[in-house]
């Protein structure tokens, strides 16, 4: 009985000693016993924690429901498993909990719960997991090389490169890539290597992390780029081309008005010495102050302008219609502005430009190195260059035959599978029924048997209706390329395999398999050693067999035949991965075969090594025993026996540190003694299992003195063996994918859900200029310029719904004021259930200067197409011009007859008028003469009754006293009064002079005065 209650005192005492979370609940949850790591992991003391609920205190949530787990616990009498509490201080906190049945010395049933807090673990696991398939997923390809050029890592996305390497993890990379790592681990800087593969182009920068040994190449899709540049320069090659021969004159200009770049300026002027001066500083004229206003007003607007503007020069006054445009930065700001002036001075200096080109042009025709010839809708041949002769072999010119039909007497054509090429489908009939291309046909002169290749292109000619009324072809004679062509394509078969496989050994055997070609020969074999002979010359019998089996099958059977083979050489066992291909010529007949022979060696005895080590892995489990200071064990519980795998019975009595077998991180006797001073001893021990497992423990001594006076050494263990290597496992992996974050070329950045930024590698710190220090636990919206942050955290926040970006093109604002473009893609980080999204990390590619380049690319498009347009309407419009200045003078010259005629007539009718005047006023004397002789009163009015003339007896009769005319009627009268011959005085209407005035004729009528 004494035994006993020694026994439990020992197991109370380790329960309370132990780090681990130990208590006991009654089935109705009801806590009774509390150890002291309970409370140093939940804070709740033993007193705020026995008679409380447990799962009430901790806040417990279960994996399945409580009744279930208590079926659980009654039927097999214990569980394992993982569940999530709340501690004191409201931290939520996830562990590894063992639920074990038991029964106390009431018989009353309870639940003994021993707790591990496993929340670190679970987060480092479940970042790591979400890093790994952020790379995983990541569209760019991520690889991990060591110094020997091994690889050790990729992500799905490097598929298309490990493919064309004939690689997988674990091989070494080809030579020539093994060479710039190599440089990289030498010169410790960052390199850029551009790789084509599968029809893309891969940028590859090669980054050195030195402290780990390795380097980390990141990859980026550069194939838009390359395209986009490359049509940028034929853009500009194009534009240039243009500008050269066009007779514009051209000028760019800053906000200053200071030009930056002239062409084809007047000759009063050097191009040259009008670089960065303004146009006031050039001459002071009407025209140049126009012109100097409108780009002003181009600047301030943004809008363009265009006039035509007088200058004077020395040969003349000029007018050029000038064209004046805005020139925008990146961001949409005027940095300047582009001129463009067409000379519209006289017709006449356009038509002699034209004769010119025309005169350039038949240059051009008579010079052409291909043969040029037009042929009629008739199918006569109109007209040919010199090297037309020479192109279908003729002596001279006179001697080229003028119709297709005759043509066919002296040459034959084929297409290029050697079939004859009907009349129809010549390059001439073709393009005769309105097609346009080009062709490849082979050529024979009938009378010399002379053939060469010709590559034809061909285009009907239309009049302005749309008729065709003729054709023109191009020939080149294409002999020299088809056999460079042929020479390529056997050189291409040969290294086409030698650029999927790894490059270690590379041969070419004919038909007999006699070697006809070798590189980097193996086995201690030169190169001339190994050419013209055969494997058995080479190679032990066996060998030389089964590889001579394995070549004349590729030969039969036309397909790829591929084995490892084991050679002997030099006592040593060497095992090779051999690739058979048939080789084939350029009519697809077999022709030998191409060998890859690469050394698998290391390989093969890595994979033994693995297999052995695979075999010694073992399980592990925590222990709890107590040993008095002799060592000898004198309590051993159920978590020790499935740990050791020795009994109690076995363990109890015997010397714990000699069935252990222990290894001590310093000697025992040290140990003991720090234990009698310090009363505890923590460490790392290292034990053997009953069946020969060592197993490395985190152990926890602690001395304590029984009722008895004895000094006992309770020791808890806990298996660290796993953990120990998954922790060294999960911090490389963390390291190392903490520098693949920090190091890649392209800006990475992670926020939570609250928007708020947890992570930000270097690269994005390049790209924005702030530091990570600056930037983490602030809102993501410092990143964006004020004018698309609305738009921008739109997108931001669709991510916190589950959404990820695939190519979403978002602003990024610098700390120097400047926009930058980035294209990024993201992937959400979830919780546990797979649906809460618990951050958001996003990776970007700076498509700053791709965007610049596009816009400049589309500027240079319409600057192209709108200088081709205004060239085409100038010489429309000075066609116009000629017709309408010829229609002008012909109307002048009939205006001018016509005025002539009319001057003629009005000369004429001047005269006549003037004889009539002097007639009239000879009469008009007269008839004055004749008034002024009448001895009787006469009184001449106007149709207004005012008196024009009156003559000398009527002054004296009517007592007139003014001779200034025209006078009013009722002036002269004025005093007389006017009656009938009977005395009845005269109504004003029925005087005789408004009765005259109304058209009636008076004679002889008498009245008194």
Known sequence: MIHHTKKFCCYAELLQLSDNAIYTWRLDGEIDSWNHGAELLYGFNETEALGHNSHDLLQTCFPCPLREMESVLRQSRHWEGE??????????????????????????????????DITEHKRMENENRSLTKFLSENPNPILRLSRE??????????????????????????????????????????????????????????????????????????????????????????????????????????????????????????????????????????????????????????????????????????????????????????????????????????EVALMESKAKLELVFSSMNDALFFVSADGELIDFNDAFVSFYRFKEREECIRTISGYLDYHEEWFPDGTPVPVSMGPVCRALRGESGTAQY????????????????????????????????????????????????????????????????????????????????????????????????????????QLMDMKQKAIITGTQVRSEVSIVNQNEILYYDFTIEPLRNQQGDIVGVNNIMVDITERKRTEVVLRRQAEMLNLSYEAMFAWELNGVVISWNQGAQRLYGYSSEEAINSSGHELLKTKFPIELDKIKTMLVQDKTWSGELVHTTKNGGTITVESRLQLIQDDLGRLIVLETNRDTTQRKQALEALYETTNYLENLIDYANAPIIVWNPNFRITRFNHAFERLTGLKAGEVIGKFLDILFPESSIADSSDFIERTSKGEFWETVEIPILRTDGTIRTVLWNSANICEKDGVTVAATIAQGQDITERKYAEAALQVKKEELTTANEELQAQQEELAAANEELQSQTEELNSTYQELQRQTEEIRKQAEATARERDVAEQRAAELDATISSIAAGVIIYDNMGNVIRINDYAHILYKFTSDDYPLPFQECLAGLQMHKSDGVPYATEETPLNRALRGEVIRDEEMMI
């Open 149 to 350: 050029g091994v690889i050790l890592y990729t992500n799905e996305a490097s598929g298309a490169l490990l493919q064309m390497w004939d690689c997988v993890i674990g091989d070494t990379v080809p030579e020539s890539f093994y060479q710039v790592v190599t440089e990289t681990f030498i010169s410790h800087l960052e390199r850029t290597v551009d790789i084509e593969c599968n029809q893309r182009i891969y940028s590859l920068n090669i980054v050195l992390i030195a402290d780990m040994g390795y380097v980390n190449i990141y990859g980026s899709d550069i194939t838009e780029r390359k395209r986009v540049e490359k049509l940028l320069r034929e853009s500009e090659a194009h534009f240039r081309v243009a500008v050269k021969n066009s007779n514009f004159v051209l000028s760019q200009f800053d906000r200053d008005l200071r030009y930056t770049w002239m062409h084809n300026p007047h000759p009063d002027f050097d191009a040259s010495l009008m670089i960065d001066r303004r146009g006031e500083e050039l001459e002071n004229s009407q025209g140049m102050r126009r012109l100097d206003a409108l780009k002003r007003q181009v600047l301030e607007n943004g809008k363009g302008v265009r006039e035509e503007i007088f200058f004077d020069r020395s040969d003349g006054q000029h007018t050029y219609d000038m064209i004046i445009e805005p020139i925008y930065d990146g961001a949409g700001a005027v940095i300047g502005g582009t001129s463009c002036a067409l000379d519209i001075t006289g017709h006449k200096r356009a």
């Open 83 to 116: 569940l999530v509490e709340q501690t004191k201080d409201g931290r939520t906190v996830t562990v590894s909990t063992k639920f074990l049945l038991v029964y106390g010395e009431d018989e009353v049933e309870r639940v003994l719960e021993i707790t591990r």
């Open 442 to 545: 082979k050529i024979r002169k009938k009378e010399t048997g002379e053939t060469w290749w010709a590559s034809y292109s061909f285009a009907p000619m239309r009049d302005k209706d749309g008729k065709i009324v003729g054709c023109v072809c191009v020939a080149r004679d294409i002999t020299q390329q088809k056999q460079m062509d042929e020479a390529l394509r056997i050189s291409e078969e040969r290294f086409r395999l030698a650029l999927i496989h790894s490059p270690v050994n590379i041969s070419s055997q004919d038909l007999n398999l006699v070697y006809t070609w070798q590189y980097n020969p193996q086995l201690g074999y030169a190169v001339d050693e190994v050419i013209g002979k055969t494997d058995p010359e080479l190679l032990p019998f066996e060998t030389a067999r």
